[in-house]
Nanobody
């Protein structure tokens, strides 16, 4: 059974850092593009950062460029999101998702009714 489990969320101060992990089981990770999405209260889920199955191409939402870095270790079946210089507007529930999307940009545009999703991890950034 294909599963994705997020971890690493928590409370951080503005300017601080968190490193999220997405651990996967039940499928060959290197066959799938992976995306990190977030949902703030009262807002739609948005693609934050995505990476192709090979790891060669990444995509970032404009507000996180230069602050967030996505990476993957297919041997460990894990994808990471390093978040630096956190801001209060980064607060939300962060989800990882898997899909056979061909590009990182397409992955970040994926809707919630497609692909495979984890349960999410909460990130709260205080000012």
């Amino acid at each position: 059974q294909l599963q994705l489990v997020e971890s690493g969320g928590g409370l951080a101060q503005s300017g601080g850092s968190l490193n999220l992990s997405c651990s996967t089981t039940g499928f060959r990770l290197d066959d799938y593009a992976i995306g990190w999405f977030r949902q703030a209260p009262g807002k739609e889920r948005e693609g934050v950062s995505c990476i192709t199955h090979s790891g060669r191409t990444t995509n970032y939402e404009d507000s996180v460029k230069g602050r967030f870095t996505i990476s993957r270790d297919n041997a460990k079946n894990t994808v990471y999101l390093q978040m630096n210089n956190l801001k209060p507007e980064d607060t939300g529930t962060y989800f990882c998702a898997a899909s056979m999307r061909a590009t990182a940009q397409a992955m970040c545009r994926m809707g919630t009714g497609q692909g495979y999703w984890g349960q999410g991890t909460q990130v709260t950034v205080s000012s």
